[in-house]
Nanobody
């Protein structure tokens, strides 16, 4: 049974940093492209960033986070990370990690291409 568990969310001030983690189990982690999405009240699920399987050499970012957020993965630890710097109030949302539906796939911006999801972790940016 595939399980994804996010952690690291919290309440921070504008300009601060946070690092989210996504611990995976029940799958061969290194074979799957992964992604981060977020959702705030009244809005749909928004693509944040994605990373390819294996060494993670291919990464995509949304325009809203490019240059501020960095995705990475540690296949030895079955964990994906999201380093978030220069946080803004508009980054406030529940952040979800997800795996591609199939192994060896390319990273996707479309949330419907993902098969497994974590429960989410709240990030609140407020002064």
């Amino acid at each position: 049974q595939v399980q994804l568990v996010e952690s690291g969310g919290g309440l921070v001030q504008p300009g601060d940093s946070l690092r989210l983690s996504c611990a995976a189990s029940g799958l061969t982690f290194s074979r799957y492209s992964m992604g981060w999405f977020r959702q705030s009240p009244g809005k749909g699920r928004e693509f944040v960033t994605a990373i390819s399987w294996g060494a993670g050499n291919t990464r995509y970012h949304s325009d809203s986070v490019r240059g501020r957020f960095t995705i990475s993965r540690d296949n030895e630890k079955n964990t994906m990370y999201l380093q978030m710097n220069s946080l803004k109030p508009e980054d406030t949302a529940v952040y979800y990690c997800a795996t591609d539906k199939n192994p060896w796939g390319v990273p996707q911006r479309d949330w419907t291409k993902y098969g497994y999801w974590g429960q989410g972790t709240q990030v609140t940016v407020s002064s």
